[in-house]
């Protein structure tokens, strides 16, 4: 028998599961409807930013509203939204009626990862918490690692047909949370949250900037960005230069969730404590541009995979890295310091798509000399943000 505690966690991370399956099984197929509605990279990076752009907006709005009615309602409305859009787009037979699903999507999924985490945080012990938050982890890797992969295999009969799949898991998902999964935030534990009204408040990123976290905010700003003006149009690059079909580009995605996951859960730890936070990044940054720049070269699928696998896995490092030298020079609390860095992020892949997709209608390289060029603006701004903080002594006299 499985203790309620336990139940309770695999229920939250299958939630998880379904929600960035779903994304996943989104991404191999956009290309392709695209193409359908004869659209091309601007509309696609506008379809993919746009997700983005609702997350960063309502995550903080949902996460707030749990605190004040419980998590229960949030992440059930989370659910059953996502469904519902998930319904939207396999109907879709207009641009505008997936801009308007996408756009819904993001506004409603924003509120399951959040509520989730705090429904882990009301209901575990400190000793508890660490396993519960990695198996969330783990939850959300497996649907970005086998959701492209699924996507791309189940499109070849339909391209409506993943959209359908995934609103029957978040269906499932729904009655499992409506039958199985208790309240967690008892009544006399219900306030406001005042930190992530913050996150939206743009006098606090101002003041982030001019505090010491402000160089590895703008750091995460300029690797999200750089990483989605490759990724926002990676499907629609695999099937212009290659014309590959939706299995093909679906494994492409699998390869960069499967490496991503292998990185963070191997790489580091051993790489951060070894040679630290600013050197890692450094070289992160480094390293991500010539990995793009070495996407320009293969003529064929298997060479193909090789650079965008080691781009992956650089990121894999790259990222965590920023996030942990942010909250070590943290001044604020770090409630506080992590929604920042997270509305940073956040608006890195808002502009990364859009800037790659208009990008890509002028020519299919210019997103990744585009990307490359962004991250080695990364490289030479952590250079000069190492120096600036070095130690001066004085000179002999």
Same mark, same amino acid.
């Given at each position: 028998m499985l203790s309620t505690n336990r139940r309770n966690v695999l229920i939250l991370s299958f939630s998880l599961v379904v929600v960035t399956l779903g994304f996943g099984l989104v991404m191999p197929i956009m290309p392709f409807y695209m193409e359908r509605f004869g659209a091309g990279g601007t509309e696609l990076g506008l379809l993919v930013a746009s997700y983005a752009v609702m997350r960063l907006i309502f995550g903080p709005i949902w996460g707030s509203l749990s605190d004040r009615v419980g998590r229960k309602p949030i992440l059930l409305i989370g659910v059953l939204g996502y469904g519902i859009t998930m319904v939207g787009f396999g109907l879709a037979t207009r641009l505008w *009626?997936?801009?308007?699903?996408?756009?819904?999507?993001?506004?409603?999924?924003?509120?399951?990862? /959040?509520?989730?985490?705090?429904?882990?945080? +009301?209901?575990?012990?400190?000793?508890?918490?660490?396993?519960?938050?990695?198996?969330?982890?783990?939850?959300?890797?497996?649907?970005t690692i086998f959701g492209p992969a699924l996507?791309? !295999? !189940?499109?070849?009969?339909? $391209?409506?047909? @993943?959209?359908?799949?995934?609103?029957?898991?978040?269906?499932?998902?729904?009655?499992?949370? *409506? *039958?199985?999964? @208790?309240?967690?935030?008892?009544e006399d534990s219900r306030s406001g949250d005042g930190v992530s009204r913050r996150t939206l408040d743009p006098r606090a990123w101002w003041g982030a900037l001019r505090s010491p976290?402000?160089?590895? !905010?703008?750091m995460a700003f300029i690797a999200a960005g750089g990483m989605m003006a490759f990724y926002g149009v990676l499907g629609l690059f695999a099937l212009e230069r290659f014309g590959y079909g939706t299995d093909r580009v679906g494994l492409v995605f699998t390869v960069l969730g499967l490496v991503t996951a292998i990185g963070q859960g191997t790489l580091v730890g051993p790489l951060t404590r070894g040679l630290g936070d600013a050197l890692v990044i450094r070289y992160g940054f480094l390293l991500s541009a010539l990995a793009l720049l070495g996407v320009l070269l293969p003529s064929g699928y298997a060479p193909l995979e090789l650079p965008i696998g080691i781009f992956g896995l650089i990121n894999?490092?790259?990222?965590?890295?920023?996030?942990? !030298?942010?909250?070590?020079?943290?001044?604020?609390?770090?409630?506080?310091?992590?929604?920042?860095?997270?509305?940073?992020?956040?608006?890195?892949?808002?502009?990364? /798509?859009?800037?790659?997709?208009?990008?890509? +209608?002028? #020519?299919?390289?210019? /997103?990744?000399?585009?990307?490359? $060029? *962004?991250?080695?603006?990364?490289?030479?701004?952590?250079?000069?943000? #190492?120096?600036?903080r070095a130690p001066r002594h004085p000179s002999p006299r």
């Open positions: *009626v997936m801009f308007a699903a996408r756009i819904l999507a993001g506004v409603l999924s924003a509120a399951t990862s /959040p509520t989730t985490m705090a429904y882990i945080s +009301d209901s575990t012990t400190e000793e508890q918490r660490g396993g519960g938050m990695g198996t969330l982890g783990v939850a959300a890797g497996l649907g996507g791309g !295999l !189940l499109a070849e009969r339909s $391209l409506a047909t @993943p959209f359908f799949v995934a609103a029957g898991l978040s269906f499932l998902a729904l009655i499992l949370i *409506v *039958v199985l999964l @208790p309240e967690s935030l008892q976290v402000g160089l590895p !905010l703008v894999a490092v790259l990222m965590p890295s920023i996030t942990s !030298l942010t909250s070590k020079r943290a001044t604020l609390s770090q409630g506080v310091t992590m929604g920042l860095s997270n509305s940073f992020v956040s608006l890195g892949r808002i502009v990364g /798509p859009l800037l790659g997709g208009l990008a890509f +209608d002028y #020519h299919w390289c210019l /997103p990744i000399v585009g990307g490359a $060029l *962004v991250m080695l603006a990364g490289f030479f701004g952590s250079r000069l943000a #190492h120096a600036a």
